[in-house]
């Protein structure tokens, strides 16, 4: 039983570590060489000129999470491109959330950046679930 459970850890681990690196490579690159520039004039009179740093890794820790549960665990026997579209599904669903409110109560939020950051996060929860599903088996086959 002892080995199961560490069986079970290690495959949990590989799991998030490969979606956390993943996601934050990808975030990376998206929020410091493609679009920043898009992002810092379309909203800028909404972005502080230092963030906080706590909300966005509370938001990466949790959303990895349910990442690793919604995309990896519910498809870890099926083949990887379930977890790519569980993934994109919860990106459709919780970046829309985001920026279809944001869209609607926030002033100089703009369509464009709506349409572009919800796409992205379609695509990047899609792939960082993808990546969190070969971690998973990766670790499975040891």
Aim: proline fraction near 1%.
């Amino acid at each position: 039983m002892l080995a199961n459970i560490k069986r079970f850890a290690v495959n949990i681990i590989a799991s998030l570590a490969a979606i956390f690196l993943c996601f934050a490579v990808l975030d990376f690159i998206w929020l410091g060489m493609i679009a920043s520039d898009w992002y810092q004039t379309e909203m800028a009179g909404l972005l502080r000129e230092q963030f906080i740093a706590w909300p966005w890794l509370v938001f990466y820790l949790l959303y990895g999470g349910v990442v690793f549960v919604l995309a990896v665990v519910a498809n870890r026997d099926k083949p990887l491109y379930y977890a790519g579209i569980d993934g994109a599904l919860l990106g459709l669903a919780s970046y829309g959330a985001y920026n279809l409110t944001n869209y609607s109560i926030i002033e100089g939020f703009s369509l464009f950046i709506m349409a572009i950051d919800w796409m992205w996060g379609i695509f990047l929860t899609s792939v960082s679930a993808m990546c969190g599903w070969l971690g998973f088996q990766a670790a499975s086959k040891r």
